[in-house]
């Protein structure tokens, strides 16, 4: 943080993350919908074959630096979990 790179670093990071395990993912038919702008992460999952608990734990296990969070929908609000 505070450096003028570490933006592009993190940026670069997060591309070569994706490249290794959302392919799979969609593949497999678990998540349905991928996007990310910057460091917001929008997934829509089938909830038969996946829950969101078992997504925050694998991205949470690719690094142990990463902490993703997870937010969800209710009642047309998105909310911390």
Avoid: C
Wanted: glycine share 2%; aromatic share 12%.
């Amino acid at each position: 943080m505070g450096s003028p790179i570490s933006g592009t670093l993190a940026e670069i990071y997060l591309q070569l993350m994706e490249e290794l395990y959302r392919k799979q993912w969609i593949e497999s038919q678990e998540i349905v919908y991928y996007k990310r702008y910057v460091d917001d992460i929008l997934i829509i999952f089938d909830q038969h074959r996946t829950n969101e608990t078992m997504i925050t734990s694998i991205m949470n296990n690719i690094n142990e630096q990463l902490d993703f969070k997870s937010t969800r929908e209710i009642n047309q609000s998105i909310i911390w979990i």
